[in-house]
């Protein structure tokens, strides 16, 4: 992620790069530093190469050989088979459920996630001056719940008898369907969660955002008669950009990966149509497939750094 | 109340958000029975204790509870410790690698977790940490999310400060731990609640690495609780769910400016 992203309006702290320090007279002050960052440098680093950077290169070795779980004591003692692993994920009738379902997921939730955020900070910002923290807590509280909490309760909320949305629908006289049951209905009760329990971090966001725009600039629309949506459309969305563009690309980083909802509530199931990449990449995981499962992840982050960049370049300033 | 429709928009947002909780919460001191009725109650008709009793007798959660907060623990503590170390050198010190490490470390951020997922299982594994404390809490002990929070804030800070110590004749280690790192205590304060929340949250490592009752996170235990023989039990459940909450709720709460400054200035989750 460059710094670029970082532009929005509402960056308090998040200063530019720090000026280039001017040279210091003494000979043995760079020195200095160079030990003390060397210092400060090297826990981190070490801890970084082992469980991180290291992990990430071995994950993409595994994928080029025939690692399986009954070679796990000798990982170095595999045999290399190419790009066979990625032919294998690529054909394989699963995986590409698996990569609609995650495409499905990415390409409804991130939307709606991001309208539910905009319009949630829009409605704090303008509207609501009493209680705003209130409001702003209560709509962040899901964000910061554990996801196996989350579960527990959605299993409540979806129940076909007793849950709580179908008892909300049939007042209104709807009879709802057996939500997570349902191989056309899993998917969206897994987007519903989800949106639920995420728009509240790009609202955060978005509302820093917003209280980064100056209000001179919407009184200025007012006066010349723009109306309250042409004000939203034609002045804060532009300027909303570089926020806009920041939180479709983190929430669209973190929706591809789509992995909680449906492993803690559908196990990809009915008849897999929740699974998603990430979560189909666990089960071959599961199954001992370990090279074949790095090859998976691997297609995903290429897929991702694709996407980022395919956003950057829409988004930005035109 | 001026304009009383838009508060009633935001209530009725507030309500949907916070309901399923509210449910939770009541449900917890229902029994099994009532949980299942059609249609459902809301409050309990016989509120009971009694989910709350086996959770904390027969279901070894407060032992689930320590490991939790043990790792959360010493997760931050490494977080706040070795990301302030890193940020302070690739914001204010000059020197030989800088800009490739932070290219390095930022770019991590956009991998996803499952890269490293198998490679993290097969090192943890043959270094025999399976099961273990530090089996736990070595993979999370930095985060390059935390690197570039802190990284951030220390960029914001003047460097007439620095150059002060240093005429002062303060060691350039001195000027780190004495001078510049107190001042970031808000981003510190962001950066442990946010490391300590995802910590306490954290499910899928724990979940393959935990494989005795006794190494258990609090949500391990829930899940396992709630596919395996206890799957009906849902009072139980429930109880369980608020106790993985609450502790989260709480916390959050008490720093909620903090987190949400801080998710405000790095965009990040």
Not at chain 1, 266 to 276: D, E, F, K, Y
Not at chain 2, 86 to 100: D, E, R, T, V
Request: glycine share 8%; net charge positive.
């Amino acid at each position: 992620m460059s710094s670029a992203t970082l532009k929005g309006p509402a960056t308090p702290v998040a200063g530019p790069a720090p000026k280039p320090r001017p040279p210091t007279k003494r000979s043995g002050a760079v020195g200095r530093q160079t030990a003390a960052a060397w210092i400060l440098t090297l826990p981190f680093a070490v801890l970084f190469l082992a469980f991180t950077a290291g992990p990430v290169l071995g994950s993409l070795g595994m994928s080029f050989t025939d690692l399986k779980q009954r070679d796990l004591r000798t990982p170095f003692a595999v045999n290399g088979v190419g790009f066979d692993n990625y032919v294998k994920a690529l054909s394989d009738e699963t995986f590409r459920k698996a990569a609609f379902n995650t495409a499905y997921f990415v390409v409804i939730g991130v939307p709606l996630t991001l309208i539910m955020a905009l319009a949630a900070a829009v409605l704090l910002d303008k509207g609501v001056k009493k209680f705003q923290s209130l409001f702003r807590v209560g709509y962040y509280l899901p964000v910061v719940t554990s996801i196996v909490a989350v579960a527990v309760i959605w299993r409540f909320v979806l129940a076909p008898d007793s849950g709580l949305l179908n008892t909300v629908l049939g007042w209104v006289g709807i009879d709802g369907p057996n939500w997570l049951a349902s191989k056309t209905w899993a998917m969206p009760s897994l987007i519903m969660m989800a949106v639920w329990r995420n728009f509240g971090s790009a609202m955060i966001i978005f509302l820093a955002g917003l209280q980064g725009i100056l209000h001179t600039v919407e009184e200025a629309g007012q006066l010349d008669g723009a109306s309250a949506w042409q004000r939203f459309r034609y002045l804060i969305v532009p300027l909303l950009r570089p926020t806009i563009l920041f939180t479709s690309v983190t929430t669209g980083i973190g929706y591809l990966q789509f992995f909680e909802e449906p492993f803690v509530m559908t196990q990809g199931g009915p008849l897999n149509s929740t699974i998603s990449v990430s979560m189909y990449t666990y089960q071959q995981f599961g199954f001992g497939n370990y090279s074949l499962a790095a090859s998976m992840s691997y297609i995903l982050f290429v897929v991702i750094a694709v996407m980022t960049f395919i956003q950057f370049r829409l988004l930005r300033e035109k | 109340m001026r304009r009383w429709w838009i508060y009633l928009i935001a209530v009725v947002g507030l309500i949907a958000v916070a309901a399923p909780f509210l449910w939770m919460l009541l449900g917890s001191f229902k029994t099994d029975g009532e949980l299942l009725r059609v249609p459902p109650t809301w409050l309990p008709e016989a509120p009971t204790s009694g989910n709350y009793s086996e959770l904390f007798g027969k279901a070894n959660f407060p032992r689930y509870f320590l490991n939790s907060t043990l790792v959360a623990l010493v997760v931050t503590a490494g977080n706040l410790t070795f990301c302030s170390m890193l940020g302070y050198a690739l914001a204010k010190l000059n020197f030989k690698g800088k800009n490739p490490l932070f290219i390095l470390v930022l770019g991590t951020l956009m991998v996803p977790g499952m890269v490293t997922f198998v490679p993290l299982f097969v090192l943890v594994t043959n270094a025999g940490l399976a099961n273990s404390y530090p089996g736990l809490i070595l993979p999370f002990l930095v985060s390059p999310f935390g690197v570039f929070l802190m990284r951030q804030f220390f960029a914001g800070l003047p460097d007439d400060l620095m150059d002060a110590a240093r005429v002062d004749g303060t060691s350039e280690l001195g000027i780190f731990g004495r001078i510049m790192l107190p001042l970031t205590r808000p981003a510190l304060a962001t950066l442990g609640i946010l490391t300590f929340l995802g910590s306490w949250n954290n499910f899928l490592w724990p979940l393959v690495i935990a494989q005795t009752e006794d190494k258990y996170t609090l949500p391990v235990a829930l899940a396992l609780y709630s596919t395996g023989q206890n799957a009906q039990h849902y009072g139980l459940l429930m109880a369980g769910a608020v106790v993985v909450v609450v502790p989260v709720l709480v916390i959050f709460l008490a720093f909620q400016r903090h987190v949400t400054k801080g998710i405000a200035i790095t965009g990040l989750k």
